[in-house]
């Protein structure tokens, strides 16, 4: 059974370019939240899809969107990038009915903006 | 809200030594408690989580921690140290009954010392 997925691992990007990464969630989870871990720093929510819709969301500008498809996998995506959005990006999947115990981590996709 | 305090951002130890991280939170609701522990260039993987009942949890790679509601401490300890436990750790905190985000410490390198 394949875990939380991400892609892509690493990229690269300019100030002010868009930036796309993709999460697919653990088999039987439906619930994909996304986290922001700036170097030496912990993982900050960002927001969380269920049902195809945003449930909740932390702290950051509206430069950051986000998109869930009825397969469950879902998309993080950041405008007119800083160089404050240098970070690791984490997804992480709950199962159907599952509380914060089961969230269960990807990889992360680590992105530079030069 | 939830708040995170990792008390200590590095922490040397030699092998087989024990080791104490330490975590205090604040919160105005009950909460669930959970640590994680990064390795280089992965994703976060689950130590041990506290939901409800003893407070003594134990979790994977010989870790266990105590919940302490009155001191809202959640301290982390390992009585013998390898040189693979080093690594970053961090200290996380649910809302109950939340739709599953958390909310993390800074962290705390972890380095075992031969």
Partial sequence: DAGVTQSPTHLIKTRGQQVTLRCSPKSGHDTVSWYQQALGQGPQFIFQYYEEEERQRGNFPDRFSGHQFPNYSSELNVNALLLGDSALYLCASTPVGGGPETQYFGPGTRLLVL | ?114
């Fill in chain 2, 1 to 114: 809200a939830q708040s995170v305090t990792q008390l200590d951002s590095q922490v040397p130890v030699f092998e087989e030594a024990p080791v104490e991280l330490r975590c205090n939170y604040s919160s105005s609701v009950s909460v669930y408690l959970f640590w994680y522990v990064q390795y280089p260039n992965q994703g976060l993987q689950l130590l041990l989580k506290y939901l409800s009942g003893s407070t003594l949890v134990k979790g994977i790679n010989g870790f266990e921690a105590e919940f302490n509601k009155s001191q809202t401490s959640f301290h982390l300890r390992k009585p013998s140290v390898h040189i693979s436990d080093t690594a970053e750790y961090f200290c996380a905190v649910s809302a109950t009954g939340s739709a599953r985000q958390l909310t993390f410490g800074s962290g705390t390198q972890l380095t075992v010392l031969p």
